[in-house]
Each structure stands twice: as structure tokens, then as C-alpha cells.
């Protein structure tokens, strides 16, 4: 197993999403355009499964993170 996970933390609403690599809302930590325009928010990445969940420990005591539903990482 070498998924890649990324983590996208929002700085405006204080959320943030954990991504796989692989998902078209990551695009391997490039995200969306229209999404990450670099000043809302930052991409965390990339890291194996253990990293991510420590990063997201990190970032929950200032966000809201949550698993992106759509690659259920
Ligand atoms: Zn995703």
C-alpha cells in the first residue's frame, strides 16, 4: 500500500477535507481551480495513512476535518 493522502484545510469556514491522491478533488494535491485559489485555504500533503491522521489531529484543534465523502479515504 502506497496511497498518498492530502489534507485541504479551508481557512475561511475552518474545515477541512482528507484526501486520496487519486480523487478528482485532490488531483494529487493540486485540488480545483476553482477551489484552491491559494487564498482560502492550503493543501497538506502528501503523506502515507498514519502521517494524515496525525496532520489531521494537528489541524482539529483549529478546523473542522473530515474525510471527503466522494474517496472515502
Ligand atoms: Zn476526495
Redesign the pocket.
Known amino acids: 500500500m502506497d496511497e498518498r493522502y492530502y489534507i485541504y484545510e479551508n481557512w475561511h469556514r475552518k474545515r477541512g477535507?482528507i484526501?486520496?491522491s487519486t480523487?478528482s478533488?485532490?488531483n494529487d494535491g493540486q485540488g480545483t481551480q476553482e477551489v484552491d485559489s491559494g487564498k482560502n485555504g492550503k493543501w497538506h500533503g502528501p503523506f502515507n495513512r498514519n502521517q494524515a491522521f496525525i496532520e489531521v489531529e494537528r489541524l482539529q484543534k483549529g478546523a473542522d476535518i473530515q474525510p471527503?465523502a466522494?474517496?472515502n479515504p
Open positions: 477535507r484526501h486520496l480523487c478533488y485532490c471527503c466522494v474517496c
